[in-house]
């Protein structure tokens, strides 16, 4: 059973402050996408990221996945206010096919503190 | 920027009743999901659609759950005989291609 594990669940932290988050399996993804999602709102794709060792930057946010292509990273530089929310990490499940289907971790929760 | 659009935004539904979940996908997408995320919970996949049938469907999307795209604009969730457990939210997404997706902001299902 594949299974993406986000690490920490929950983080709080003072504006200005670097974070980062994982998000981890013991399985082999073809590629990983970030979201974040908002509190009544849909997850929004940040990302994706495809190649083992890959880096991909979003303004303050850099985004790496495993070499082995079983684990990546979010990290943010002088987290904002507005960086507060629910960051998922999500990868192609299998239900017999290729059509898109994406299993999801259980998220951080983000809290940026002014 | 082009949305995916879900109605209605919360339903409240007796235990036993039908409901119906609305979307309508970006106009120039293709593929189809529909997610459920249960408070506190995982985002869960349920179903996904191409060409005009279901192309996956997980071990959640069992004999109460049908989906249609009835008039090529809207793409529906139904529930036949909703149970307690089937509170929760709901996401449409779509996709020009497998894993591109735009979710829509969801309908909160309570069924009570």
């Known amino acids: 059973t594949q299974l993406l594990e986000q690490s920490p669940q929950f983080l709080s932290i003072q504006e200005g402050e670097n974070l980062t988050v994982y998000c981890n399996s013991s399985?082999?993804?073809?590629?990983l996408q970030w979201y974040r999602q908002e509190p009544g709102e849909g997850p929004v794709l940040l990302v994706t990221v495809v190649t083992g060792g890959e880096v991909k930057k979003l303004k303050r946010l850099t985004f790496q996945f495993g070499d082995a292509r079983k684990d990546s990273s979010l990290h943010i530089t002088a987290a904002q206010t507005g960086d507060t929310g629910l960051y998922l990490c999500a990868g192609p499940g299998t239900y017999g096919g290729s059509q898109g289907n994406l299993i999801f971790g259980k998220g951080t929760k983000l809290s940026v503190k002014p | 920027e082009p949305e995916v659009t879900q109605t209605p935004s919360h339903q409240v539904t007796q235990m036993g009743q039908e409901v119906i979940l609305r979307c309508v996908p970006i106009?120039?997408?293709?593929?189809f999901y529909w997610y459920r995320q249960i408070l506190g919970q995982k985002v869960e996949f349920l179903v996904s659609f191409y060409n005009n049938e279901i192309s996956e469907k997980s071990e959640i999307f069992d004999d109460q759950f049908s989906v249609e795209r009835p008039d090529g604009s809207n793409f529906t969730l139904k529930i036949r005989s909703t149970k307690l457990e089937d509170s929760a939210m709901y996401f449409c997404?779509?996709?020009?291609?497998?894993?591109?997706?735009?979710f829509g902001s969801g309908t909160r299902l309570t069924v009570v």
């Open positions: 997404a779509s996709s020009r291609q497998p894993y591109g997706y735009t």
């Open positions: 399985s082999v993804f073809s590629s």
């Open positions: 106009s120039n997408h293709l593929y």
